[in-house]
């Protein structure tokens, strides 16, 4: 029986309004496992208005403590229901319960930790000068809008959602349509714990139609979202349009730089986690090992061989060690991109292809792929693939490594594998990326700023930047000076 999911809106599932509804897929089995309702500016105007009167009505008027204790209250819940929500979200994503456990279980970190800032951020005095005194208020915004993507729908939710309510916003969620229902599911959990209906709505749908509805809504005040940099860009400049605000965490090209004195058994299992986790659908995933050429060879034999033994199957397996992508889009896409590798004289080393034995011939299978031979210039080496394929490039030095990571549009995430404590920092402060890891990739933690330079984001997630970036400013300036002041004082004369 599949299960069909409304939106929520002030606190209850309710239809599209036009009554639509659309499949989601399970991606190992081609499966329709939900119906989802199809939403559009109608859907999307009703959630703002439910939003809005949540605001108006109690929401901005709560203290942080009061927040405090329902985001303590709500990191409880989902901590008991971490077993069903990665279920969940394994089966529509395709990404192995072994992930999805771990991240799930990370969430209520989230909410605690935002419960902490809610109730102990502090507004500050201007130092304005002996006759004034300047407190500043910090705000909410009012209706925000979140956009979401399929990779990680709950992590990444929660990591736009925690603050938007720390800092006293209600919320419009637009998950991505190849994930939809786990974000529903999470709404459910926010009423169990008590946030009252209409602080938290969701609307399903397609980026086009409610996703552009939601950024084009003059009654939204910001919009945070995660995606594609096209996506990024286009949404972006409707929300400027009409001079909203914007978070945006957009694509990734992150490289991975193994240097000869690395303990090179961590590095190379530290890129394969790098390259590989989420079948390579990661904004930071490693897409360009970049080895010390004495080592080069050595790194990537190894790494050919572990690659091809990794274990594809079932989702819902605990030993499995990846699943298939997302979506046909994402396997047509990454065969189109070892298409282009090869085209271009790429030497591909591993993978390549998909698995051709039952039950895998059924899902979107791909084994994971790596490419040596590449040139800088190559496709392959600038593009964001999105998919299990990783490119290693030899390096002669440290000035070439460091080229090499910068020589690209994007700069979200990047990695550097050395034992040598000045080296790395040396190269960390040399990288363009919002986040650079040393002898590790794709640690997170809610107090650490996550963000893209270049081509991968505006703005930040996590920590105290993502909650400030949650309000606004009002200076109130008063006048402390007893003395009687009259700028025209005089002007009678002239009349
Ligand atoms: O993402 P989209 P898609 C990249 C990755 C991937 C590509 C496409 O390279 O191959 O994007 O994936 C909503 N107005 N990333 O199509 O389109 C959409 O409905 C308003 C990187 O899944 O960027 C979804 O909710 N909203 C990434 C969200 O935007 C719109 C994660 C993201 O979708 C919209 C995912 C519009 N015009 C993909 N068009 C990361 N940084 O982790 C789409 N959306």
């Not at 949540?54 to 990191?75: I, K, N, P, S, V």
């Not at 459910?188 to 809504?217: D, I, K, M, R, W």
């Not at 189109?336 to 591909?348: F, N």
């Given at each position: ?57 109690y ?10 204790a ?52 502090q ?20 209706v ?20 938007a ?6 919320v ?22 008590g ?56 694509g ?34 490693g897409?360009?090992?970049?080895v010390?050429?004495t080592?080069y ?27 298939p ?5 994402q ?15 790429a ?8 698995p051709?034995?039952?039950?895998l011939?059924?899902?979107y ?44 549009e ?8 050395t ?5 790395a920092?040396?190269v ?59 700028w025209?004082a005089g ?5």
């Amino acid at each position: 029986m599949v299960r069909t999911y409304g939106h929520l809106i002030d606190g209850e599932q309710i239809a599209a309004a036009s009554g639509k509804t659309f499949p989601v897929e399970n991606p190992a089995t081609l499966e329709v496992v939900a119906e989802a309702a199809d939403g559009d500016a109608n859907d999307v105007a009703r959630a703002v208005e439910a939003s809005q009167t949540a605001f108006d009505r109690y929401w901005r008027r709560t203290t942080g403590r009061e927040r405090a204790a329902l985001l303590t209250r709500f990191a409880e819940i989902i901590a008991s229901r971490v077993d069903q929500l990665a279920q969940h979200e394994t089966i529509i994503t395709g990404r192995p319960i072994r992930e999805m456990r771990a991240q799930v279980g990370r969430i209520p970190d989230w909410y605690a930790y935002y419960a902490g800032i809610a109730q102990t951020a502090q507004e500050v005095v201007a130092p304005f000068g002996p006759q004034y005194l300047n407190y500043v208020q910090r705000l909410p915004l009012g209706v925000v809008g979140l956009i979401t993507p399929w990779n990680h729908p709950l992590l990444i939710l929660t990591k736009k959602l925690a603050p938007a309510l720390a800092a006293g916003n209600t919320v419009v969620v637009k998950p991505s349509e190849f994930a939809p229902t786990t974000a529903v599911e999470l709404a459910q959990l926010a009423l169990e714990a008590g946030f009252p209906p209409g602080v938290l709505n969701v609307v399903t749908g397609y980026g086009p139609s409610a996703g552009h509805a939601l950024a084009a809504h003059p009654g939204v005040a910001k919009i945070d979202l995660t995606g594609g940099t096209p996506t990024g860009k286009a949404v972006a400049s409707v929300v400027g349009g009409r001079l909203g605000k914007v978070t945006m965490e957009l694509g990734g090209k992150a490289p991975v730089l193994i240097f000869a004195d690395a303990d090179l058994d961590q590095a190379v299992a530290g890129a394969l986690f790098a390259a590989f986790i989420a079948a390579g659908q990661t904004c930071v995933q490693g897409a360009r090992i970049l080895v010390e050429k004495t080592v080069y060879d050595q790194v990537t034999d190894a790494l050919v061989s572990r690659a091809n033994a990794i274990r594809l199957g079932d989702p819902l397996d605990p030993a499995t060690q990846m699943g298939p992508l997302v979506s046909q889009r994402q396997l047509a896409r990454t065969e189109q991109y070892v298409q282009i590798g090869l085209a271009e004289g790429a030497r591909l080393v591993a993978g390549g292809y998909r698995p051709k034995e039952p039950p895998l011939d059924r899902g979107y299978y791909y084994r994971p792929t790596i490419f040596t031979d590449v040139k800088p210039h190559m496709r392959i080496f600038r593009e964001e693939i999105f998919g299990p394929v990783t490119c290693v490039v030899p390096f002669a030095d440290e000035e070439e490594a460091i080229r090499l990571a910068n020589d690209c549009e994007y700069g979200l995430g990047a990695a550097v594998w050395t034992q040598d404590v000045k080296r790395a920092h040396r190269v960390a402060q040399r990288l363009e990326a919002g986040v650079v890891w040393v002898n590790d990739h794709h640690r997170i933690d809610p107090s650490s700023p996550w963000g893209g330079w270049k081509a991968s984001g505006i703005g930040r997630e996590n920590g105290w930047d993502a909650y400030w970036d949650y309000t606004q400013t009002r200076s109130v300036i008063v006048n402390l000076d007893p003395t009687p002041f009259d700028w025209y004082a005089g002007s009678e004369r002239y009349s």
